[in-house]
DNA sequence: CTACTTGTTCTACGACTACTAAAACAAACG
DNA sequence: CGTTTGTTTTAGTAGTCGTAGAACAAGTAG
């Protein structure tokens, strides 16, 4: 886990959240799991332990994890089952690669459908 | 169309670029179709030519358009059927609104099954 | 050919975000 | 108790976003 691309458009603290959302809905991270501190990981992915903290907070504010003081970050208890999606995932990833649709056109058409 | 949102956290840009495709993809927009001029769509809805030029840009970059010098901005003949498409992310949206999944983590979701 | 339209490029500015940095603080742990 | 860890504050650098004005080049339309 925890691959950070410098050079990425993406900030660094977006990669981490996503990286967490990922391990979590693919059943890596598990409920009651306990994260690297922010302290700790940024040294580790040589990151500002505010960058790191960034990330985790959007996850409290996500509901995905839960931050404490003395303890760290945990995951939250969700417990969803996701097989659901990951077939419908890869159902739509098949057609819009057929289509020859770019990732962003085809994540824009997911945003749209579920604006509604 | 044309709906823009100064106070969205989205780039007045990146909405733009947003509608278009989704015009296009939906088949609002077709192939050959000219878009309003840069200074056109600036002036009705009170943005900055530059803005509306680099949405332009982004979408040239993509293939999605083509622009020249005094014609415009015109739909690129890309022609794909999407019916496919639009049945599988019709699916994926209620499989993750089922599953109470934010649109952010699905479109990470998708974003990661694509880069595979 | 001329006049007009339109994209292209350049410089510049203010506001905001991303990231880093150092320090002090408060709650929970062992 | 001391240690760990998240929280908050202040500060600086770098980059993006949007606006603005101007000049330029390649097409279009008459």
């Not at 159902?91 to 962003?104: C, I, M, N, P």
């Amino acid at each position: 886990m925890w691959r950070i691309d410098p050079a990425s458009d993406d900030p660094l603290y977006a990669q981490l959240v996503a990286q967490v959302r990922l391990g979590v809905a693919h059943g890596t991270l598990r409920p009651g799991e306990r994260l690297p501190s922010a302290r700790e990981l940024a040294a580790s992915l040589e990151l500002n332990m505010h960058t790191v903290l960034r990330a985790y907070q959007v996850l409290r504010d996500d509901g995905t994890l839960e931050l404490r003081r003395g303890r760290g970050a945990v995951v939250a208890s969700t417990a969803t089952d996701l097989t659901d999606v990951e077939r419908a995932v890869a159902d739509l990833a098949a057609a819009a690669r057929r289509a020859g649709l770019s990732v962003q056109t085809t994540t824009t058409l997911v945003t749209e459908a579920m604006h509604r």
